[in-house]
């Protein structure tokens, strides 16, 4: 190349040099990295060393030649050495025709590999699709009994279906058939570490957002889960599984130093890290002695700590809805209807559509059940008096049905459960909207604010009597007898009777439905509207529809994170540039300019300043929810099933991470197959030579 990319430090470019090479034999240069690798560790250094010349890349152009830096301390450090003493060896031995190609029959190694790769091809099906690998026994010779497991039988179809591999696996020695828990081990280690190795790429030098959350398996084994937020090389918000963790101490110094053994183990630098995003338990977020806490002091720098949107979200119909006794009732009324429908005597008769159960950790639960009770609102009433006039059915079963009939009659009931449903639905779609892995922080934010404002909407009376409406054939009751007045009290002038009084139905109704509402709406602005600090100024600075955009005294906060100078010029270059270009055209998908239609539509541009290119990547990589940590603990639910809890964490976390990111795994199928041989051939010494 005639020329090299330039990266900006501390205000000069800098590029590679070509003359470079001269110097350092074993020096590669990757364009599509646009950084500098050492052959001989990339080819020979073993996994726990450093990854720098060998994975990540380095681009440090400004101190690469510096004496005890860069390149001259790479060249002098005690794995480099060993790796090009092994390079030389290798070289030596070709020259010589005394390479271990050579020695071996070529055909006999390509069988080899042929044979493994099959092996290869098994492993990945199963961790992809979260299925057991393991039966009563793994021995080759036993293949086709019964409880052989689904790696073996997998493998035996193979064998059927391919009659090239049968025949080669007739020449495989008994001592390296390779289909061993110990072998399937090795495979699936490989094959997570290249995974984890391709994510430590893609991520580089930019800036993440750290989401961690943990939960307890069937054994009791703490399961942490790390997930990292940032911008790939098309400037898309991309979210990764980096690990499955575990501590042997649940408290939060713990916790700390596990995250960053693993950050540091995998490559990446703490300091990169621009955000952190934990639930809202006092381990994660404590102010003084909580993990987000503790992170920012052992990094002796701020780390902005930001609540899950989710569960905050959760946080806010729990607390709100739990303000008003009559909505807890229904709740458990709910709850009650829903178990007395599973019951085998009941299930036979209800046709209606199955109730759902009430789930503590996700108000989503609520919502989906007021939705089926609303759907089966006739089914319900009509197989409880069924059952209530049916002498077949048992006298506890018919008192349950009774009391469950009585409290659905109940005039507040179905009002409740429209009013409910409506409130509900105004939060159900920024809940779904959040849990996707390109929401950030920002929208996120805009997201619950609009529902906040929906709901605000409907406080009137015009709704209220509209839903009434909707229930009156059910609200309706038989008008009672007007109460008389004690004849004790003729002599006398009664001020007040400390009795029973019949409230009116329509202004209890009216009072629940003004406070659930309220409580709501509270609950969203002191959850949410805490947020309104130099960070959200600073991202609402960000958005275009902002009177405020790019003012960069309003950015710097951001910028301030990761020690970016604000510059004045660049700021108000690039807002005259973006608002005379947003005038002038539209975003490709129609819709309203964003902060990631501005990034991807003007990203080219943007190069030229780039201060503000920075700060909207530090935009975009907040995130807003665990979501994708949440979603991990699914994956272990569906790998660390009841009878596969005798594996050992390593295995458990290293299936869940292949299962997680099946996207990276599936290329094991063909493009990243050469790597997997290559690491298992060098890892160990094996029977079966590869290479």
């Known amino acids: 190349m005639q020329s090299f990319p330039s990266r900006h430090f501390s205000g000069k470019k800098r590029s590679f040099c070509s003359s470079w090479f001269g ?11 646009d950084a500098a690798f050492c052959y001989p560790c990339r080819m020979f250094q073993g996994p726990r060393h450093d990854q ?59 069988r080899n590999r042929y044979y493994l790769s099959a092996i290869i091809d098994v492993v990945e099906f199963l961790a992809v699709n979260q299925l057991p690998f393991r039966g009563d026994h793994d021995r080759y010779s036993a293949m086709n009994e019964n409880g052989c497991g689904l790696f073996l039988s997998l493998f035996e179809f193979a064998l059927r279906k391919d009659a090239e591999l049968a025949r080669i696996a007739k020449t495989i020695p008994g001592n390296a058939t390779y289909t061993s828990h110990d072998i399937q081990n090795n495979l699936i280690d490989v094959m997570s570490a290249l995974v984890r190795e391709h994510i430590v790429k893609e991520v580089g030098e930019s800036f993440y957002t750290l989401k961690v959350d943990g939960t307890r398996d069937p054994t009791g084994t703490e399961n942490i889960s790390i997930v990292l937020r940032f911008l790939n090389k098309l400037c898309e918000p991309t979210e ?83 303000v008003e006794k009559a909505v807890t009732d229904f709740f458990s009324v ?17 046709k209606g559509e199955t109730l759902k159960r009430l789930l503590d950790q996700r108000w989503t639960g609520h919502f989906a059940t007021v939705s089926v009770i609303l759907k ?3 089914d319900l009433p009509t197989l409880l008096r069924e059952i209530t006039c049916n002498r077949a059915f048992g006298v506890d079963l018919r008192i349950e049905a009774t009391g469950l009939l009585q409290s659905m009659s109940e005039p507040s009931f179905k009002f409740i459960a429209e009013m409910v449903h409506k409130i509900l639905a105004y939060l159900d779609p920024p809940n779904k909207m959040l849990q996707s892995e390109d929401m950030d922080l920002l929208t996120g934010l805009q997201l619950v604010c609009s529902a906040r404002t929906c709901l605000e909407n409907i406080r009137t009376e015009t709704e209220f009597q509209a839903m009434l409406a909707h229930c009156d054939s059910v609200t309706k009751r038989p008008s009672k007898r007007k109460r008389s007045q004690n004849t004790a009290f003729a002599d006398y002038v009664v001020e007040d009777i400390s009795t029973h009084v019949d409230t009116n ?89 964003t902060m990631k239609q501005i990034l991807k539509q003007f990203h080219r541009p943007l190069e030229a300043m780039p201060t503000v290119l920075t700060a909207f990547k530090h935009g975009l990589t907040f995130g807003a929810s665990t979501a994708s940590c949440e979603n991990s603990f699914s994956t272990l639910k569906n790998v660390f099933t009841e009878h596969r809890q005798s594996m050992l964490h390593q295995r458990k976390a290293n299936l869940i991470h292949l299962a997680f990111e099946k996207d990276l795994t599936r290329k094991f199928r063909d493009e990243w197959k050469d790597m997997v041989l290559r690491r298992f051939h060098t890892i160990h010494r094996r029977r079966l030579p590869l290479y």
């Not at 110097?23 to 990295?33: N, R």
Request: charge should be negative.
């Open 505 to 593: 139905e329509e202004t209890e109704l009216r009072r629940i439905f003004y406070s659930c509402i309220d409580s709501v709406c509270g609950e969203m602005k002191d959850r949410f509207g805490k947020n309104n600090c130099q960070l959200m100024e600073a991202l609402k600075a960000l958005d275009p529809v902002q009177g405020t955009f790019l003012d960069v005294s309003k950015v710097k906060p951001l910028l301030d994170l990761t020690k970016t100078p604000a510059l004045d010029s660049e700021f108000e270059v690039a807002c005259n540039f973006l608002r005379a270009q947003m005038e002038e055209s539209s975003p490709p998908d129609g819709e309203k300019w």
């Open 52 to 110: 720098t010349f060998s994975v990540i890349g380095f681009h440090d152009w400004k101190h690469a030649m510096e004496n005890g830096k860069g390149l001259n301390k790479h060249a002098a450090s005690k794995e480099h050495l060993t790796c090009e003493a092994m390079w030389r060896d290798k070289q030596r031995r070709i020259h010589t025709s005394k390479e271990i190609s050579t020695l071996i029959n070529t055909d006999q190694l390509q």
């Open 23 to 33: 110097s350092f034999p074993w020096l590669e240069y990757s364009v599509q990295a």
């Open 376 to 378: 089966s609102f006739d």
């Open 240 to 322: 990764r599984l980096l690990t499955i963790a575990t501590a042997d101490q649940g408290d939060a110094v713990t916790l700390t130093d596990t995250i960053l053994g693993e950050l540091t183990t995998a490559g990446l630098s703490p300091e990169k890290i621009i955000s952190q995003v934990y639930d809202g338990a006092s381990l994660m977020s404590g102010k003084h002695g909580g993990v987000q806490k503790l992170l920012q002091q052992k990094l002796d720098r701020e780390i902005p700590y930001v609540h899950c949107y989710n569960h905050q979200l959760h946080l806010v119909v729990i607390h709100a809805l739990a």
């Open 334 to 350: 709910c709850n009650m209807l829903y178990k007395f429908c599973r019951k085998p005597t009941v299930a036979i008769l209800y």
